[in-house]
């Protein structure tokens, strides 16, 4: 049966393309639609179907784009209620792709429209299962989302319905089936997710923890919603944009992608309430950049950052990005909702240093001078790392304040003295350090190479626990 996998972007989402004798479906499309249309090209077939599994929290699907360019059927599973024309499909229901079947398997918990669709070839032979947000290896999909939505639905009464579909709809089916998730690591959706990007339900049962024979209900809302972190802000935002409709993708890419001049973009910058958002790499904001600006690069966790740090999805966003990379910066703010973009320095921030206008810079030291500066600033360093990776090692003395949510905890920082303030490898901490300057705190001292590099001196530091032994 042919399967296709598309990974795209920060989240390592995962849309899928399903063929068979000149018809199509794609489950879970991401914003931009161009791709899947000329993957079905080269197949010489329709798209017939776009399956969605759930209303989305943390990307803008591309379910209505694709509709539109294709005149294909949206389908969600049973309970949806979207703002659009759409197939509501029945638990159990069975749609045809050529000689191919997808069922719809309704599996409420991480949001009570979910479903799972089961893949049978043209053989009958069931195949495999994409689940969505309801299991992915190692983990399965948090139940805390949908309550952001409906004031009745608590994280609890989500991890119940999860167990039950679980239990009931998913580990009967055969063991050899294969498990397409939506998500693999480094997603806000769950908490534990593998790095591999299918399995066998029946490893499943045996390694993933919430599938374990012997485990309660009880058990596993217990486990399920321990050391389960607070969403991202935009996640809600998205979930309305899915279910209420969005500006079309290519409209979004038109009045986005705007060069604007040193002046007007400065113009742009004090005379609207726009962000300006520097994407460029961490060592090139350190060294220059527009005052005020917020640096989150585009070759980190980009995605996810913006969405936390930002969390309004209308907000008016002009970017300084790496020369020729605008339409992709522009395209991943797109994927999480962020369609605001104003325009663009033109020529990068080169050029605004070329017309001599005024930037800030970040001060920062590499790992060795600040070991030398260790003992007379012990009471001054913070760590902007996770919680985690916070409590599994730092340094001896550090305060902690977690990057996600910085803007909280202003007060914390020093105002009548330098600091010092490090994460794990030196991106975070300069996404801190240029939010720390926008809101007037300048009198912080970056340590390049982050707890990495701080590692390799001889600064005492706390002994090693693994995470998962923490609770």
């Known amino acids: 049966m042919k399967v296709e996998q598309i990974y795209t972007g920060c989240l390592a989402h995962a849309a899928y393309y399903i063929e068979s004798n000149g018809e199509a479906a794609i489950i879970d499309p991401l914003r931009e639609v161009q791709p899947y249309i000329n993957r079905a090209k080269l ?9 969605e599994t759930h209303f989305h929290a943390d990307f803008v699907s591309g379910h209505l784009d694709l509709k539109a360019k294709t005149g294909a059927q949206i389908v969600f599973g049973p309970t949806a209620k979207p703002s659009y024309e759409a197939t509501i499909a029945e638990d159990g229901q069975v749609f045809e792709i050529g000689d191919y079947k997808i069922k719809a398997i309704h599996t409420p918990g991480h949001t009570m429209e979910s479903t799972t669709y089961l893949l049978i070839d043209e053989n009958g032979k069931e195949h495999g299962i994409i689940t969505g947000d309801t299991l992915f290896i190692g983990d399965v999909g948090r139940p805390d989302l949908a309550q952001k939505i409906a004031s009745d639905l608590t994280q609890e009464k989500l991890a119940g319905y999860l167990f039950d579909s679980l239990r009931n709809k998913i580990m009967p089916l055969s063991d050899d089936l294969i498990v397409y998730p939506n998500h693999g690591a480094g997603s806000a959706c769950g908490k534990n997710m593998s790095k591999e990007t299918t399995d066998t339900l029946g490893n499943q049962k045996k390694v993933n923890y919430a599938l374990r024979a012997d485990m309660t209900k ?3 809302i217990a486990e399920l919603l321990d050391g389960l972190s607070e969403p991202p802000g935009y996640f809600p935002q998205n979930v309305m944009m899915n279910i209420e409709g969005y500006e079309s993708f290519d409209k979004v890419m038109t009045k986005s992608q705007k060069p604007l001049s040193s002046k007007a973009f400065e113009a742009a910058a004090n005379e609207t309430e726009a962000i300006v958002l520097d994407v460029r790499h961490q060592t090139d904001f350190v060294k220059g950049h527009i005052p005020r600006s917020i ?17 309004d999805v209308s907000q008016p966003v002009l970017l300084v990005a790496p020369a020729g990379r605008e339409e992709e910066v522009i395209t991943r703010l797109s994927r999480v909702g962020f ?15 070329k017309e001599g206008m005024d930037y800030d810079t970040i001060t920062s030291i590499d790992a060795d001078e600040f070991e030398k500066r260790f003992e ?8 902007v790392r996770k919680d985690g990776e916070f409590l599994a090692e730092h340094i001896d003395g550090a305060k902690h304040t977690a990057l996600s949510v910085i803007n909280s905890h202003l007060s914390e920082f020093p105002e009548d003295k330098p600091f010092y303030i490090h994460c794990a490898g030196g991106y975070r901490s300069v996404i801190a350090a240029s939010i720390l300057k926008s809101r007037g705190i300048h009198n912080l001292i970056d340590v390049a190479g982050g707890y990495g590099a701080i590692k390799k001196t001889s600064i005492p530091r706390t002994d090693y626990v693994c995470p998962s032994t923490l609770k």
């Open 218 to 220: 009880e058990e596993f």
């Open 376 to 383: 007379d600033n012990k009471d001054v360093i913070f760590d």
């Open 295 to 311: 640096f989150i690069g585009i070759d980190g966790g980009f995605a996810p950052w913006v969405g936390a740090l930002i969390a």
């Open 43 to 51: 197949d010489d077939a329709k798209v017939k179907y776009i399956f």
């Open 339 to 353: 369609d605001n973009v104003v325009g663009y320095l033109e020529g990068s921030f080169d050029a605004w240093k």
